[in-house]
């Protein structure tokens, strides 16, 4: 008996809510993830076949997904498990999704495009908030000025976290952060630059970040030189910069299993009620060699009902077989449109550019 689509660790945070997603759009997912009770509880609750499986033991993962057609990864940190499933996916016939935004994972995945399409398997990592809404973004500034070989993307707003995505960014902390210079990617300092950005409410302070668009958007646009800001409050910059010579700190086994502890002791993630009062704005610019410059905002729901919905209707699309085999970003899938498709999401191009994205 062949099954459509499996949700792999469906009880965590994100995973919970692309679960039901994906049940309420009318599909019927295989639930999995490592613990019985927690995957068994959940198949109840969603009325979902189910399957309790480890990644530790290769043999073991291509046994449970040899029937079936997709595989959606929603088990972070990506870093541990998305190798993993790749690989398994990739042995079985099986296209593969997930919700990845660390650069090293995408990277990883990119490399991964001749075989995939030799084996006729799609390979669509970054399906959640991280990347979609930015990729597409990327996608639509560089349809505005295809000669550009420059882009900046700046969000505001992530002021939700799920446990998940926290030991993503503590598995990061040593890595400071990321930008792409002339098609290479380039390790910085923490708030490595600063620039101002004016996201419809005035200007606030953005600091480089190492998003997942410093990979993703190279492979969507083939933009060389990238970098990505998100907005602190102005302390925050001087203390980031002042705390540079921690991070070989951080990278030592034992503050990183304590950073661990302490995400699984006191992060739930947002209630229902604080997802529905969150937004993100996110504002791109473009430039070529010339100096003529574009650029756009973005307005989303919050971070994980946009993930949500957008993991879903990626692996809907997949099983339908609308995306072509190899590695794939969200845009190159989709098209820059796909993230107009979802509630509660607005795009405009802006005309007055030095207002927003002042020239540095």
Known sequence: MSTDLLVYGSYGYIGALVARTAVDEGLSPVIA????????EQALELGVDYRVFALDHPDVVRRQITDVDAVLNCAGPFSRTADKLRTAC???GVDYLDLAGEIDVLEAAAELDRDAEKGDVTVLPGVGFDVVPTDCLAAHLESRLPSATSLTLALEGLGTFSPGTLKSIVEELPQSGVVR??????????AWRTRQFDFGGGEKTGVTVPWGDVSAAYYTTG????????????????????????VAVAATPPVQRLLMGVVDAVVSG??????????????????????????????TPDTYNFAAQSAVEAARRVLDGDVSAGFQTPASAFGSEFVLSFDGVEREDVENLDSVVPLV
């Open 33 to 40: 993830g490592r613990r019985t009770e927690r995957v068994e």
């Open 223 to 246: 933009i060389e030189n990238i970098e990505v800001y998100a907005t602190v409050p102005e302390f925050a910059v001087s203390a980031m910069q002042r705390t540079r010579p921690l």
């Open 270 to 299: 947002p209630t229902a009620q604080e997802r529905a009062q969150s937004a993100n704005h996110i504002l791109g610019e473009v430039e070529d060699d010339e100096g003529n410059r574009a650029a756009a905002r973005l307005k």
């Open 181 to 190: 210079e002339n098609g290479a990617l380039r390790t910085v300092p923490a």
């Open 90 to 92: 990739l042995r079985e």
